[in-house]
């Protein structure tokens, strides 16, 4: 039973011992967390305040005349051209 104990006890101090060392020195991993984390939080952020609902309810379109005009090709003017060759 003691032996137990003892096997289930010791992850659990090498973790806090990581993770002591990990949050008291500074290290180059735990400082690109905190600020992937913050980049992370902020464009979230961003998303939810600005992009999440559009700006007026009647602005909406159908699915499909919004996949035509996105990938129809527009028509080029004649007036338009190599205006070099003339």
Request: net charge positive; hydrophobic share 45%; aromatic share 4%.
């Given at each position: ?24 020195g ?52 004649p ?8």
């Amino acid at each position: 039973m003691t032996i137990a104990l003892n096997r289930n006890t010791a992850p659990r101090s090498s973790l806090r011992k990581r993770l002591a060392g990990w949050v008291r020195g500074p290290t180059l991993a735990r400082d690109i967390a905190i600020v992937l984390a913050i980049k992370f939080v902020l464009l979230m952020a961003l998303k939810y305040t600005l992009f999440n609902h559009p700006q007026a309810e009647h602005m909406s379109l159908p699915p499909e005349q919004v996949a035509q005009a996105l990938l129809s090709v527009p028509a080029s003017h004649p007036s338009q051209g190599d205006q070099h060759a003339r």
